[in-house]
């Protein structure tokens, strides 16, 4: 997994999307999906998730804390995300990975990629 980018909130607008070009996706081709991890009470929620590659995980933190979401074999690291502030990371290969946060080493999950 790859492709961390940090957002400092998920905000556009359709001013922002007028001149943004259409894509059609081929036929019988799955787009890729977005699933969202909450960070709360010191857990990811959820704590395992299933996707698919080319899917983008989204993690926000809704803790007053610092979290990050790291992956055990170093495939990704969203860096410190601070409260209110979120992370995406793209799943570019199959397979199941473990995370953590780096902070609060009782924070623990796992994306199974196929």
Known sequence: ?????????LQ???????????????????????????IQGFAFSPASLDVAVGDTVIFTNKDSAPHTATANDGSFDTGTIKKGKSAE??????????????????????????
């Open 1 to 9: 997994m790859t492709n961390v980018t940090r957002r400092h909130g």
């Open 12 to 38: 556009l607008g359709l001013a922002a999307l007028a001149g943004a070009p259409v894509l059609l996706a081929s036929a019988g081709r799955a787009q890729a999906a977005t699933h969202n991890v909450t």
């Open 89 to 114: 990371v793209t799943v570019n290969n199959a397979g199941s990975t473990s995370y953590k946060c780096n902070f609060h080493s009782s924070m623990k999950g796992l994306i199974r990629a196929s």
